[in-house]
C-alpha cells in the first residue's frame, strides 16, 4: 500500500507560471517535509509541518510557500517559478521526534520551460 | 567540510562482489540513516542507527557513535542494487527529524 503519494509525478510549467505540488500521507503521522532536489545533489530541505506549525530554512525562497489543510495533506505552492527551480520535489514525513524514519514519497519532477 | 561525508562518491563493482560504503560525520547525532535512490526515483529509508549493527537480507548497517563512522556492507552484489546510497544524520539537539545529508555514493553493479 502506498504510505507517501506524491501527485503529479511530472510536472511542466511556464516560466512565471504558478504551480502546485501535492503529497498525502496514510500514515498519520505528524511531520510533514517538503525537499527540493536538483540533479547529481543531495536533498535541500525547504521546509517542514509539526502538525499545523510552519517552519521555514532560513534560506528557502520567499517563492516557495506551504499550506496543510489537514494531517493527511500538504501541499507545494511555487508563486514564479523559474529555470532554477526545476528539481526533483521529495515530500516525507515522520513521527515526532529526530529517532524516527523518514518516509519518502516518489518525488514529482518539475521542469520549467 | 561537509558535516557528513561519504566515500567512495563512485564506486563500480562485479554482480557478487561485497561492497562497503563509509560515512563519516562531525556533528553530534542522535540517529544516522542510510537511504537508496535509484535513477529517477524515490528515496527508500534502509536503516535507521543509533548504535551497534543492523541487518536487512544483503545488507549490514553497522555504526560507531565514538569514532563517528557508520559502514554499509552489502554481500553477493546484484546489478539490482545499483542506486545512489545517501548517508543522512539526525543532528543532535533537533526536536523534529531534519536531516543533514551526505552527498551520496554512486553504485553501479556490473553482470
Known amino acids: 500500500d502506498a504510505m507517501v503519494i506524491q501527485n503529479p509525478r511530472y510536472q511542466v510549467t511556464q516560466f512565471g507560471k504558478p504551480v502546485t505540488l501535492s503529497c498525502s500521507q496514510t500514515l498519520n503521522h505528524n511531520v510533514m517535509y517538503w525537499y527540493q532536489q536538483k540533479s547529481s545533489q543531495a536533498p535541500k530541505l525547504l521546509f517542514h509541518?509539526?502538525?499545523?506549525?510552519?517552519?521555514n530554512e532560513a534560506d528557502t525562497p520567499d517563492n516557495f510557500q506551504s499550506r496543510r489543510p489537514n494531517t493527511s495533506f500538504c501541499f507545494l505552492d511555487i508563486r514564479s517559478p523559474g529555470l532554477g527551480d526545476a528539481a526533483m520535489y521529495l515530500c516525507?514525513?515522520?513521527?515526532?521526534?529526530?529517532?524516527?524514519?523518514?518516509?519518502f514519497g516518489p518525488g514529482t519532477r518539475l521542469t520549467v520551460t | 567540510k561537509n558535516e557528513v561525508e561519504q566515500s567512495p562518491q563512485n564506486l563500480t563493482a562485479q554482480e557478487g562482489e561485497f561492497i562497503t560504503i563509509n560515512c563519516s560525520y562531525s556533528?553530534?547525532?542522535?540517529?544516522l540513516h542510510w537511504l537508496q535512490q535509484h535513477p529517477g526515483g524515490g528515496i527508500v529509508s534502509l536503516f535507521m542507527?543509533?548504535?551497534g549493527k543492523k541487518k536487512h537480507g544483503r545488507l549490514i548497517a553497522t555504526i560507531n557513535i565514538q569514532e563517528k563512522h557508520s559502514s554499509l556492507h552489502i554481500t553477493a552484489s546484484h546489478p539490482r542494487d545499483s542506486a545512489v546510497y545517501i548517508c543522512a544524520v539526525n543532528a543532535g539537539g533537533t526536536s523534529y527529524g531534519k536531516l543533514t545529508f551526505g552527498q551520496g555514493t554512486i553504485l553501479t553493479v556490473h553482470p
Open positions: 556533528v553530534g547525532i542522535s540517529a
Open positions: 516525507a514525513t515522520s513521527r515526532e521526534g529526530p529517532g524516527y524514519e523518514q518516509y
Open positions: 542507527l543509533s548504535s
Open positions: 509541518y509539526y502538525d499545523k506549525d510552519f517552519n
